[in-house]
């Protein structure tokens, strides 16, 4: 089935250090691919999206490529905030066709930026 | 913008007492799906609606029940509640059902049973 596989977390910077947290999904179907974060106490936001293969999502300094050859899609940050200390899923739809936008979500890594 | 809203925010309930929860998407999404989040574990879809009619399940169980209502909105009815359906319940809309679009989510609802 589908399935979503993100980094062992949790993952500790320092402010303005390079973040990568990398994700592999399962290959089956066109799915579309996401970021949501989800900070403390609070819902998850999407942080941003690809829907076709090569498509380059970003926001707020925040980039993912998706990456059919090798199933990926990591998240890259050049300079992380302590603003951005949160949870972050990597997440799949359905395949695509006819199939309903079910979200597959990875397990979740825990950021944490320090001063 | 106008977001997702779900009540209530927080509920406690009895073991097998019965709990029902709202979600109210965003004006014109014709889609809602239910996300359960047990502690410290990723969401984990239930059921969706497109157009008032279910259109997916996940591992929504029995005593769980769910419905979209004419102006959208949907209730998520849950009986005989057990100890391990704590967990924070997501409501998230769309605009269409497509695996392309995005899913806005509600803040969600706190459910503890007791």
């Known amino acids: 089935g589908d399935s979503v596989t993100q980094m062992e977390g949790p993952v500790t910077l320092s402010e303005e250090a390079f973040l990568t947290i990398n994700c592999t999904y399962t290959?089956?179907?066109?799915?579309?691919l996401f970021w949501y974060v989800q900070y403390p106490g609070e819902g998850l936001q999407l942080l941003l999206k690809?829907?076709?293969?090569?498509d380059k999502g970003s926001n707020k300094g925040f980039e993912a490529t998706y990456r059919k050859e090798t199933t990926s899609f990591h998240l890259e940050k050049g300079s992380v905030q302590v603003s951005d200390s949160a949870v972050y899923f990597c997440?799949?739809?359905?395949?695509?066709?006819?199939?309903?936008?079910?979200?597959?979500f990875g397990q979740g890594t825990i950021l944490t930026v320090h001063p | 913008a106008a977001g997702v809203i779900q009540s209530p925010r927080h509920l406690i309930k009895e073991k097998r007492e019965t709990a029902t929860l709202k979600c109210y998407p965003i004006?014109?999404?014709?889609?809602v799906y239910w996300y359960q989040q047990g502690p410290g574990q990723d969401p984990q879809f239930l059921i969706s609606?497109?157009?008032?009619?279910?259109?997916d399940k996940g591992s929504i169980p029995d005593r769980f029940s769910a419905q979209q209502f004419s102006d959208y909105h949907s209730e998520l009815n849950m009986s005989s509640l057990e100890l391990g359906d704590s967990a924070l319940y997501f409501c998230?809309?769309?605009?269409?059902?497509?695996?392309?679009?995005?899913?806005?989510f509600g803040p969600g609802t706190r459910l503890l049973v007791l």
């Open positions: 998230a809309s769309s605009l269409g059902g497509g695996v392309q679009e995005t899913q806005y």
């Open positions: 290959a089956t179907g066109y799915p579309s």
């Open positions: 690809a829907t076709k293969a090569d």
């Open positions: 997440t799949r739809s359905n395949a695509g066709g006819t199939s309903y936008g079910k979200l597959t």
């Open positions: 004006p014109r999404h014709d889609t």
């Open positions: 609606f497109y157009e008032k009619m279910q259109s």
